[in-house]
């Protein structure tokens, strides 16, 4: 994920951290669209579960997303 992090944070000049959260984001929506490929996605961006349940309090914005209809 780190590289997909770097990516971001060049073409876009937000700070790594931010880039990061936008990533779960990212994550959590794909999963939530397509559960069956939550495994894969975890493993192609390196996010290791995090933000895959609505209710997981690590991912606080994955929890904005769902309520913004993410």
Same mark, same amino acid.
């Given at each position: 994920?780190?590289?997909?992090?770097? #990516? &971001? *944070?060049?073409? =876009?000049? &937000?700070?790594? $951290? #931010?880039?990061?959260? *936008?990533?779960?984001? *990212?994550?959590?929506? *794909?999963? #939530?669209?397509?559960?069956?490929?939550?495994? #894969? &996605?975890?493993?192609?961006?390196? =996010?290791?579960? $995090?933000?895959?349940?609505? %209710?997981?309090?690590? %991912? &606080?914005?994955?929890?904005?997303?769902?309520?913004?209809?993410?």
């Amino acid at each position: 994920m780190s590289d997909l992090v770097k #990516q &971001i *944070v060049e073409k =876009t000049g &937000i700070p790594a $951290e #931010q880039a990061q959260q *936008v990533l779960g984001v *990212v994550a959590g929506f *794909v999963k #939530q669209k397509f559960p069956q490929f939550g495994g #894969q &996605i975890d493993s192609l961006l390196g =996010t290791s579960g $995090e933000g895959s349940d609505n %209710n997981s309090g690590g %991912n &606080i914005l994955g929890d904005l997303g769902s309520k913004l209809g993410f």
